[in-house]
């Protein structure tokens, strides 16, 4: 229908691509877009177009473009179970309680679990640690730095 | 406050902001999806256009049928988990607001699943390796490189296992000559002998 090659229209294709995501990414203000393009020597109308289809867009490039940053596993769920060793081949009449602990992670669409096991005091200091990392988001220092990103 | 159902905690916030959803549906229609939504944590499967049939009276939009399902879910196997009997089930729910008549409905469902219930969440509790059988074998050497005159007897022991962590079927194999496999029955007898003990 244009009347061009092929190589001729994917070249063009990526072109533009190139040039919208390269935009957006760097989040320049209008000016600098048509600044950019007028090196490129187009007419007036062909600039306009692109600068209307680069500020029409850049936002939803933008979001998809942070959703390609590597992710770390993410938390999916959590199952457990509390257990008393009673009795081993070389020790009997013993009481040693045991958490077992399946966590299952999420990373790119992968699910994977991971089993840890602790005992009860192990498990008290984790949660502690936990909680005072919590808190953290409660002191001075956090605050004035969610308060200056706001 | 603290509530049984919720194992001794405080209730929590979203559970407590649908039960004026379920106050809505009529108590009959509520002790019928009751059923239905035990079907589903039982392992059946649940018939979701007789759910939305059901409520269409209550003239409940999508979100707030899910948000039944959720909360009768959350309540049921949440009072199966903590053992809660059927009437102190039905006060803690009639103290969150649920009228007595619903709280009735609900809780003579709950009462005839709850130790069904109770089997299947012991069942799906977190295993992490299973015996699935035992293979085994007894061959008898005859003679070997080393030996000419060997006679002894073998015994080959194939344990197939359901790997808990990765979830797929594994098989352990191994060879023990009769006084090791003496020794580990022994051992192994004496361990049943404990957990009858236990019983």
Request: proline share 3%; hydrophobic share 40%; net charge neutral.
């Amino acid at each position: 229908k244009l009347n061009v090659g092929v190589d001729t229209v994917q070249h063009g294709v990526e072109g533009l691509t190139y040039l919208l995501t390269e935009s957006s990414k760097l989040m320049i203000s209008e000016i600098d877009f048509q600044d950019s393009i007028h090196v490129l020597g187009f007419s007036d109308e062909l600039n306009k177009l692109l600068l209307q289809l680069y500020m029409d867009n850049r936002k939803e490039i933008r979001s998809i473009l942070g959703e390609l940053t590597p992710k770390l596993p993410s938390y999916h769920s959590l199952e457990w179970r509390l257990d008393v060793q009673l009795a081993s081949r070389s020790l009997r009449q013993q009481i040693k309680p045991a958490v077992t602990i399946k966590l299952h992670l999420n990373q790119n669409e992968d699910q994977t679990a991971q089993v840890l096991q602790t005992d009860p005091s192990t498990l008290l200091h984790l949660i502690q640690q936990l909680e005072q990392a919590l808190g953290e988001m409660k002191t001075n220092h956090c605050r004035r730095i969610v308060r200056n990103m706001k | 406050q603290r509530f049984r159902f919720c194992g001794d905690l405080d209730c929590p916030d979203w559970v407590l902001a649908e039960i004026s959803t379920l106050a809505k549906i009529s108590s009959v229609k509520l002790k019928l999806i009751c059923a239905q939504v035990l079907r589903d944590l039982l392992g059946e499967t649940m018939e979701y256009e007789k759910i939305l049939k059901l409520t269409s009276d209550a003239k409940l939009e999508l979100g707030d049928v899910k948000a039944t399902i959720a909360v009768l879910g959350f309540i049921l196997s949440s009072a199966a988990k903590h053992n809660v009997d059927s009437e102190s089930l039905s006060s803690e729910l009639q103290q969150l607001g649920l009228p007595k008549e619903h709280a009735g409905g609900l809780c003579r469902s709950y009462e005839e699943k709850q130790s069904s219930l109770q089997d299947r969440l012991r069942a799906c509790s977190l295993r992490l390796s299973r015996l699935g059988s035992v293979g085994w074998r007894v061959d008898y050497t005859l003679s070997s490189s080393e030996l000419r005159e060997v006679n002894e007897p073998l015994v080959h022991l194939n344990f197939h296992l359901r790997d808990g962590e990765r979830d797929k079927p594994v098989a352990i194999p191994m060879v023990l000559s009769a006084d090791k496999f003496r020794v580990l029955l022994a051992e192994l007898k004496q361990a049943q002998a404990m957990m009858n003990t236990l019983l």
